[in-house]
């Protein structure tokens, strides 16, 4: 899951990174942060102790809350390949959990359907999909969905996604919620609405 990984140098072990970020995509960050310190005159295994320290930046796979076992993550992914290193990244950390993932297609080439034939591989490693399709998207998202069989859904509205992942979602998932927004504070309304389920 890349919480952990070796630094090699000159074909060489030359530092062990432990942090509390995952992902591939972090982990190729942490490296660039290496070797631009190395060029500084800071050892690899010294700017691996200063990388344990490193909490990471807000909505990168940023655990916004948990009510009842179900984690919801904020990720600012918005485009098909940092959608699938964020996925992947949370499924080798907890391999046997169900991920969720609800993704809001907000950027400019998002809206304008330039990574369409990329979301339905990129999407295909979570176990349920709800896509957001929001007013003035100049596509139909119930292409990818149907793509995906029946574990992909669309939801035009905000009451509507949030009343049906409340109704859905169980101990254990893990939702990522991905845009390039603020998505309409869903996350704040998703764990207000899980706080009100009846257990």
């Known amino acids: ?12 072990k ?5 942090w509390p970020l995952i992902g591939l995509h972090n982990a190729e960050n942490g490296l660039a942060a290496i070797a631009s310190a190395q060029g500084l005159g800071v050892e690899p295994a ?52 169900r991920i ?13 359907g330039h990574h369409r034939a990329g979301l339905t591989t990129a999407l295909a490693g979570a176990d349920r999909v ?16 149907g793509s995906l069989g029946g574990k992909a859904a669309v939801a035009d509205d905000l009451p ?9 979602l169980k101990a254990g998932d893990e939702v990522l919620i991905m845009s390039n927004g603020g998505f309409g504070g869903l996350h704040d309304k998703l764990l207000r609405a899980l706080r009100a389920v009846p257990e």
């Open 46 to 97: 010294q700017a691996a102790v200063a990388l344990a320290g490193f909490q990471g930046v807000r909505r990168r796979l940023e655990l916004c809350g948990e009510v009842r076992g179900i984690r919801v993550y904020d990720d600012f992914a918005h485009h098909p390949t940092a959608v699938a290193t964020t996925i992947d990244g949370l499924r080798r950390r907890d391999g046997g959990r």
């Open 160 to 168: 509507t996604l949030v009343a049906a992942l409340a109704a859905e």
């Open 130 to 145: 709800w896509l957001y399709q929001p007013t003035g998207l100049g596509w139909n998202l119930g292409e990818i969905a």
């Open 1 to 12: 899951d890349a919480s952990a990984f070796e630094v090699l140098h000159h074909g060489r």
């Open 100 to 112: 969720v993932a609800v993704l809001e297609p907000r950027s400019n080439t998002m809206r304008l």
């Open 14 to 18: 030359a530092a062990i990174v432990r």
